[in-house]
Nanobody
Framework: QVQLVESGGGLVQPGGSLRLSCAVS????????MAWYRQAPGKQREMVAL???????VYSDSMKDRFTISRDNAKNTVHLQMNSLRAEDTAVYYC?????????WGQGTQVTVSS
């Protein structure tokens, strides 16, 4: 069983930055395809960014210039660096691990961008 624990969310002013982290246990981390998703109130969950074990990345077009996904295979951790945050980035951010045909999700961490 793969377990994921997100951290790093909080309240930040517009234009500010946050770094989310997701600690993973229970699997060979380097073999997992990791991703960050987010879900705003009343909206569908959407992918923010994805990173393969090789380091290959995919970003949502609307966020690729402000957000950076990275992973530390030695520490079984994936990060999401978010810069120039906007009110519309307010959402619950989820970490997802994919192993084969199975997806595992964290509990989510709230990010609120407000003055």
């Amino acid at each position: 069983q793969v377990q994921l624990v997100e951290s790093g969310g909080g309240l930040v002013q517009p234009g500010g930055s946050l770094r989310l982290s997701c600690a993973v246990s229970g699997s060979d981390f380097s073999a997992l395809v990791m991703a960050w998703y987010r879900q705003a109130p009343g909206k569908q969950r959407e992918m923010v960014a994805l990173i393969a074990g090789s380091g290959y990345t995919v970003y949502s077009d609307s966020m690729k210039d402000r957000f950076t996904i990275s992973r530390d295979n030695a520490k079984n951790t994936v990060h999401l660096q978010m810069n120039s945050l906007r009110a519309e980035d307010t959402a619950v951010y989820y970490c997802r691990a994919r192993r084969g045909n199975f997806d595992y999700w964290g509990q989510g961490t709230q990010v609120t961008v407000s003055s």
